[in-house]
């Protein structure tokens, strides 16, 4: 059966199934003996249908509507519409990051963009004479290397710099984010700055024979903090790629969707952000080995990206793609929708 006929056959159903949970949840409307038998039966029917439609279709579209008619009847049967702490938690261990699995393509463009100006400049400047002076006076990169690029992070207590790093962060995310928008652009040109600026640095140390010293002070909250920017600005790629190809949807439509996903994707930084803030302000400066802080910025770095992509994996199985007012089935609805009928 192929996925128009499988529509126009079952469409009849889920729109009689979403009906059933709507009276079943208004409370001033009581259900009858057979409306209830009704719900639960077309409940397991559709459960059925989505764990087909998922293993024969794998159509986004269709597999999202399902998963909204599934879990709006789950809701209803046994009202676990999600407030208070079980949204944040659900935010967290679902939502965003099936939003970030869903933007897996455009994570690996925003990267490219960042970290191939990064490369050629560091390589540049640490292989060139005349780059090098280019980019600054001797003395100046001297003062850079040995004084100035180190004393930045103990410039301010470490709290108060934790939290101006942490503003700074948000911003310039939302920058990207933002930006995105604007078909591409601005946010394509921030990331390439970003990554050349941090492949500057690497180039200067790298050519004062310092290397060690500049990885022992970036890793530690860089390798989370850029993960996070790369993140973001995918996130505003993805919004200006609805402006531009907005599919089957109305372009409207589109950038309506995608900036839903895309804003889970900010809200859920700014956990990131605090964290690589923290380490900034407190593990980069400190006193510690620099195999200890660099440590600590690789377990960090490994254990975020291993929850998004283990998180995000589970969640896509379950038909999600991260947007705000997806409703999100608890484990009860995805074993039904992976039971044969």
């Not at 597999?63 to 809701?75: C, G, I, K, P, Q």
């Not at 939003?99 to 490219?112: N, P, Q």
């Not at 560091?122 to 040995?146: G, H, I, K, M, Q």
Request: neutral net charge; proline residues 4%; contains cysteine.
């Amino acid at each position: 059966m192929d996925i128009d006929r499988f529509i126009a056959t079952n469409e009849p159903t889920w729109d009689r199934l979403t009906e059933l949970s709507k009276q079943a949840r208004r409370k001033v409307q009581k259900m009858h003996g057979h409306e209830i038998d009704e719900l639960l039966h077309l409940y397991q029917q559709c459960s059925s249908q989505l764990s087909f439609a998922r293993t024969e279709y794998r159509d986004i579209a269709l597999n999202s509507r399902l998963t909204m008619v599934v879990a709006e009847a789950r809701m209803a049967i046994y009202g676990t519409r999600s407030r208070g702490l079980k949204s944040l938690a659900q935010f967290f261990s679902v939502r965003f990051p099936a939003a970030v699995w869903y933007m897996r393509r455009s994570i690996l463009v925003a990267a490219l963009v960042t970290f191939i100006p990064a490369v050629v400049m560091a390589v540049w400047l640490s292989n060139s004479s005349r780059a090098l002076d280019v980019a600054a006076p001797e003395a100046l990169r001297t003062a850079y290397v040995e004084e100035d690029f180190e004393d930045y992070y103990s410039a301010a207590p470490a709290a108060q710099f934790s939290t101006e790093v942490l503003v700074n962060n948000i911003r310039v995310s939302f920058l990207v984010f933002a930006l995105g928008i604007l078909l591409c652009v601005p946010g394509i040109y921030i990331l390439a700055l970003n990554g050349g600026n941090v492949g500057v640095a690497a180039g200067l140390f790298h050519a004062a024979d310092q290397a060690p010293k500049f990885y022992g002070l970036i890793l530690p909250h860089g390798l989370l903090e850029l993960a996070a920017i790369v993140i973001a600005g995918a996130a505003g790629l993805r919004l200006g790629w609805a402006v531009i190809a907005p599919g089957d949807l109305t372009r409207s439509a589109a950038i309506a969707l995608q900036g839903s996903r895309s804003a889970v994707i900010v809200l859920g930084l700014t956990a990131a952000f605090i964290v690589a803030g923290l380490i900034e302000g407190f593990v980069t400066p400190s006193q510690l080995p620099t195999s200890m802080r660099v440590g600590i910025g690789v377990v960090v770095f490994a254990a975020f990206c291993t929850y998004l992509v283990t998180k995000g994996v589970a969640a896509s199985r379950m038909g999600l793609t991260g947007t705000l007012r997806e409703p999100i089935p608890d484990r009860h609805d995805w074993l039904a929708a992976h039971t044969p009928a």
